[in-house]
């Protein structure tokens, strides 16, 4: 028989760098994803906890998330389907790991990997 959940005896802090990593370990486990790409645009997005370059923002409001992943998807994916599938694993990794809501995942599709030619 389980026990239900005792009382808290403190605070529990989860370091942003957790969200992130978590995020990038889900996006980078699903298919169709060849890498993440650094997001090109506005730095001011990425100051509260993501890092330029590593293609995440994650944006904490209270117990509550806002994601957002730039990738770049292998050839031959239904880049609507794949977009989808980053959304619903990285929202029920979130939840399942940390126990926060998931406000918005925004997928953000930058390229699509080909292999070079002529080599």
Do not use: Y
């Not at 403190?10 to 790409?37: D, F, H, M, S």
């Not at 944006?59 to 880049?79: E, F, I, L, T, W």
């Amino acid at each position: 028989m389980e026990q239900p959940p005792a009382e808290p005896l403190g605070k529990t802090t989860i370091a942003p760098e957790v969200l992130l990593t978590i995020v990038r370990l889900t996006v980078l486990g699903v298919p169709g994803v060849a890498r993440l790409c650094a997001h090109r645009g506005g730095v001011g997005r990425f100051l509260s906890v993501g890092r330029l370059g590593e293609g995440i923002h994650v944006d904490v409001h209270g117990d509550a998330v806002r994601v957002d992943v730039h990738v770049v998807a292998q050839p031959g994916s239904n880049m609507i389907r794949l977009a989808r599938t980053i959304q619903r694993e990285v929202a029920r990794a979130i939840r399942d790991m940390v126990g926060m809501q998931v406000e918005e995942v925004n997928v953000h599709i930058e390229d699509v990997l080909f292999p070079e030619h002529g080599t």
